[in-house]
Every structure is written in structure tokens, then in C-alpha cells.
């Protein structure tokens, strides 16, 4: 009897190595890994990338990654992205940062380069909480949210409200494409992954700095189950953190 013919219509991208994800249950640093390599499938670029990491959970994320892969000082991801796209302008960079690298330490680096437009795209993290280090309060961290330094939960009377910051970025003209997405739900994913081809696509135009931030599930700190923190984001951050294209001056 002949074999009958099989279509493969789903398969792990070639970017991604295989090696297991070793993150907490739920997290949903490996879900933004995949459409990030997704992308870069699509668009034949594996050879020609350069992930540039901060410090965080996403820093030991390097074995995941069929990629040229640069491990930076915490905050400062953007820094060493400007040197790498300078001297080699053909090359698609990112910057992979939670918001505890790029909305604390790392703020001024941030702004910076995209007030001088610098032409790669940095791929920001939130999930409201310092993740590695144990759940910490971030400056996106939520009001009221309990933290392992806001026992009582964050008090704007002192600790500021939530920081944001793709907002804040959206206002400099170095900024081209301002995205905020989340991995939530599948309508979400498939948003985050057009917001993440688009970003990439406007680093390649030459046409200046661009920025998806994605909401994203960091259950274990946020003490509940992962099958619950899907409801949390969209309960609790996307009230403060609203989705969309935050500008998008593509095109010209
Ligand atoms: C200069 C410096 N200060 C502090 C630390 C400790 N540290 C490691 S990870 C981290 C927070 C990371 O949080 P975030 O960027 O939100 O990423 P997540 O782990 O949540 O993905 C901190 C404060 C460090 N490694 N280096």
C-alpha cells in the first residue's frame, strides 16, 4: 500500500534550537522567543542576526537561539546594539530586555538610542515584576501589586505609578515603530508576531529605532497558576498597559 502523502503544516522554526526551555511553568519568555524566530525564518535572516541580550530570565536564553548572540552588563543592551549596527549596518539586531533592564538601570540607554534613532529594534519584556531575582517591583509594576518589596502592595504615594514606557518612547522622533502586544491569548500572538515582522521590517528600511513591548505571563512571581496568569494580564495589566501601535511613522 502506498504511504499516503503528508503535508507538514506546522513545524518549530529553524532559529529555535530545540533545546527544552528551562523557564518557569507559564512564563511567557519561550512563547516570544518563537515568534521572534519566526520571524527571522521568514525572512532568511538567521545567518545575518544579532541577538543582543540584557540582563534578566531572558539571559540564559541564549542556547535557545540558532543565532549570533551578544550578552551584555544589565541596562546596557542597547549601547552595545548601537556599536554592533553601526559598524555592521547590514545586520538585523535586537535587543531582548525586561522591564527591569530597560525601565530601571537601563532608562537612559533606552531613550537614548532612540532619540538618536538608532537603527535596531528592541524586543521589551513586561511582565510588571525584577523576575530572576525573585520578584522585585519594576516600574511597571501594577498599583497595589504585591511585591517582594511592596509586601503591602506598590503605593503610588511612594513608589511612583506604573512607568510607561513605550509611551514615554512613542514622543521622540528617533522612535519610528511603537508597538505594545501580548502573548496571552492567540489573537494577541498573532498581533505580536505582525508587530514584531513590522518592527524588524522598519530596522531594515534604515528608517530609525523600533520597539514591541510585550505584556508577558511571569506566574511564578506573581504568585498563581499558569493557566490563570493568561486572565491576569488581561485583567490587571492591559487596563494600565493598553495594546495597540503606539506610532508607526513607517513609510516615510
Ligand atoms: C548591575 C546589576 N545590578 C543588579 C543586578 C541584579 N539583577 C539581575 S536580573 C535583575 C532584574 C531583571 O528583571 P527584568 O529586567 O524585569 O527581567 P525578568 O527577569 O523579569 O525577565 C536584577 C536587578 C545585576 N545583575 N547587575
Same mark, same amino acid.
Given at each position: ?6 503535508? *507538514? ?5 529553524? @532559529? +529555535? ?66 556599536? #554592533? ?9 535586537? @535587543? ?24 535596531? @529594534? ?25 511585591? @517582594? ?14 512607568? $510607561? ?10 522612535? *519610528? ?11 494577541? +500572538? ?6 514584531? $515582522? ?10 530609525? #529605532? ?12 506573581? *504568585? ?22 503606539? *506610532? ?5
Amino acid at each position: 500500500m502506498e504511504a499516503a502523502a503528508k503535508t *507538514k503544516v506546522f513545524g518549530k522554526p529553524d @532559529t +529555535l534550537t530545540g533545546v527544552p526551555y528551562y523557564y518557569c511553568p507559564g512564563c511567557g519568555h519561550s512563547l516570544i522567543h518563537r515568534l521572534v524566530c519566526e520571524v527571522i525564518d521568514e525572512f532568511g535572516m538567521a545567518g545575518d542576526t544579532v541577538a543582543i541580550f540584557g540582563v534578566g530570565c531572558s539571559c540564559v536564553s541564549y542556547p535557545f537561539f540558532n543565532l549570533d548572540w551578544i550578552y551584555t552588563l544589565h541596562g546596557r543592551a542597547p549601547a552595545v546594539a548601537t556599536g #554592533f549596527k553601526r559598524s555592521m549596518p547590514d545586520t538585523l539586531v535586537f @535587543t531582548y530586555q525586561g522591564d527591569g533592564d530597560l525601565g530601571s538601570i537601563g532608562i537612559a540607554e533606552i531613550i537614548h538610542a532612540a532619540h538618536r534613532g538608532e537603527k535596531f @529594534t528592541t524586543i521589551f519584556v513586561n511582565n510588571a515584576n525584577y523576575g530572576m531575582t525573585g520578584g522585585q517591583m519594576a516600574p511597571t509594576t501594577l498599583e497595589g501589586q504585591i511585591t @517582594t518589596t511592596t509586601p503591602e502592595g506598590r503605593d503610588p504615594a511612594h513608589c511612583g505609578s506604573p512607568l $510607561k514606557i513605550s509611551e514615554m518612547l512613542a514622543t521622540i522622533d528617533g522612535a *519610528k515603530y511603537v508597538a505594545r502586544q501580548s502573548v496571552h491569548d492567540y489573537k494577541s +500572538l498573532v498581533a505580536t508576531r505582525k508587530s514584531i $515582522k513590522k518592527a524588524f521590517e522598519v530596522q531594515l528600511a534604515g528608517e530609525g #529605532f523600533s520597539i514591541v513591548e510585550i505584556l508577558s505571563q511571569c506566574p511564578t512571581n506573581w *504568585k498563581i497558576e499558569p493557566v490563570d496568569s493568561c486572565a491576569w494580564i488581561e485583567e490587571n495589566m492591559m487596563p494600565v498597559f493598553p495594546l495597540g501601535i503606539l *506610532k508607526d511613522e513607517s513609510g516615510g
